[in-house]
């Protein structure tokens, strides 16, 4: 058998945020449902693939409180690995309320996701890039 013992407080990343396969033929947004994981495109992007999934966290308040979830206020570059390319992934949303009710010692969950803006010619490859996400506990 195995354990994992928590801190009252741990706050941890479950999995990261992924769009998925896309294929662009101009300029256009892929946007990710924070709820459903559904990918929603604009322009001369298509989703043709993959798991798109919001990123996921798991939290534990070390009493029962009121928490504040703050997502990244502005918009984060994405580089292509092995590359100077980039996108920006902005408009952030999250499921359900940015503040909760929480009970003491209980872990709770939550999703973000957000809406990537693809260059016209954007150069085939994997693009990486990290966002910040703080839980304030009141």
Known sequence: GAVEILDPSTFIMLMELDFGLLT????????LDSATDAVTTTGGVLFVG???????FMAVSPARNVVKISLPKQAITLTRIGGTETM???????????????????Q??????????????QVEGVYLGTFDVTINYN
């Not at 662009?24 to 946007?31: M, P």
């Not at 993959?50 to 996921?56: E, F, L, Q, T, Y």
């Not at 709770?108 to 010619?121: C, D, I, K, M, S």
């Open 88 to 106: 920006r992934l902005d408009t952030w949303s999250i499921n359900g309320a940015t503040t909760r009710n929480v009970v003491s010692r209980e």
């Open 108 to 121: 709770f969950e939550f999703r973000v996701a957000g809406t990537l803006h693809v260059n016209a010619n």
């Open 50 to 56: 993959g798991s798109p999934h919001a990123a996921r």
């Open 24 to 31: 662009a033929t101009g300029a256009g947004t892929a946007i």
